[in-house]
């Protein structure tokens, strides 16, 4: 793809490059505030990331998205 004069490539989408299985942190913004998603991601495509959370799958829509990144395992009691 070309760009010309002042345009820009689009953004590059960070969690495209998380992987089925890993373990993640998303942060996601609703009506009434600021919520986190903790847990193995399920599914990730440029619209959306699914995560499974100890409540059950949550899926955060890209327009969604605060911040995020991978965390380690849970420590082990």
Do not use: C, H
Not at 15 to 32: F, I, N, T
Not at 37 to 51: F, K, M, N, Q
Not at 55 to 77: D, F, H, L, Q
Request: glycine share 8%; proline share 14%.
């Amino acid at each position: 793809m070309k760009f010309v004069g002042n345009q820009k490539p689009p953004p590059r989408l960070p969690w495209l490059s998380w992987k089925v299985g890993e373990r993640v942190v998303l942060r996601r913004r609703e009506a009434d505030g600021l919520y986190d998603a903790l847990g193995e991601v399920l599914a990730v495509s440029p619209d959306s990331v699914t995560i499974l959370t100890r409540k059950g799958p949550v899926t955060v829509p890209a327009e969604k998205m605060v911040t995020g990144k991978r965390v380690p395992p849970p420590p082990k009691i």
